[in-house]
């Protein structure tokens, strides 16, 4: 079984400060994890994915994630937040198994000036 | 290149009818998946299409529910005798292998509202 947690359904941060968005994962085999960002009435668009190569993960829009076993965690960052990053962020994990996404119940992100 | 489309954007449909929504994958993906997104459930997995496999209808939350994809390209989910709880935004992603390793893409989704 797999299955994804985000702390925080809420995140807000001052624009030009740092994003960290908290994803943990659970998975019996080794896991591919994404991060899909949603802005409001349209679908999803990936951001990054982890797939067993480098654990230190670049995305578009400049956010990254690393990928931690110790921790089994893949916690989404970026070091300065624009207002245009204001929308929701979902962590999924897929593992070669199942061939589905298994989401997290996603965080909202604001953005204030 | 085009992106995964998805019909009607809205459906208003009154307690008790069918409705049909369909989806057309990214040209050339093998894969298509069905998801549900509502506020009590969050994002959810129903369907996936393989080529010509069987689908995996694991994530189909009842016999009302049902989907077929026609000559490994369009895709229709079929939702009879709606209820209320049905309403919610039905997502759906293809993907160019089944591979777990392999990016899904999103359509914009239709949005059901059940009256």
């Known amino acids: 079984a797999q299955s994804v947690t985000q702390l925080g359904s809420h995140v807000s941060v001052s624009e030009g400060a740092l994003v960290l968005l908290r994803c943990n994962y659970s998975?019996?085999?080794?896991?591919?994890l994404f991060w899909y960002v949603q802005y409001p009435n349209q679908g999803l668009q990936l951001l990054l994915k982890?797939?067993?190569?480098?654990?230190l993960v670049k995305g578009i829009n400049g956010f990254e994630a690393e990928f931690k076993k110790s921790e089994t965690s893949f916690h989404l960052t970026k070091p300065s937040a624009h207002m245009s990053d204001a929308a929701e962020y979902f962590c999924?994990?897929?593992?070669?198994?199942?061939?589905?996404?298994?989401f997290g119940t996603g965080t909202r992100l604001q953005v204030t000036l | 290149g085009a992106g995964v489309s998805q019909s009607p954007s809205n459906k208003v449909t009154e307690k008790g009818k069918d409705v049909e929504l369909r989806c057309d994958p990214i040209?050339?993906?093998?894969?298509l998946y069905w998801y549900r997104q509502s506020l009590g459930q969050g994002l959810e997995f129903l369907i996936y299409?393989?080529?010509?496999?069987?689908?995996?209808k694991s994530g189909l939350p009842s016999d009302r529910f049902s989907a077929e994809r026609t000559g490994g390209s369009v895709s229709t989910l079929t939702i009879q005798r709606t209820q209320q709880e049905d309403s919610a935004v039905y997502l759906c992603?293809?993907?160019?292998?089944?591979?777990?390793?392999?990016?899904?893409?999103f359509g914009p989704g239709t949005r059901l509202t059940v009256t």
């Open positions: 299409f393989q080529g010509n496999s069987a689908p995996d």
């Open positions: 040209s050339g993906h093998t894969a």
């Open positions: 992603a293809s993907s160019l292998t089944g591979l777990a390793t392999y990016e899904q893409y």
């Open positions: 982890y797939t067993s190569a480098a654990t």
């Open positions: 998975s019996s085999v080794p896991p591919y």
């Open positions: 999924a994990v897929n593992t070669g198994t199942a061939s589905k996404l298994t």
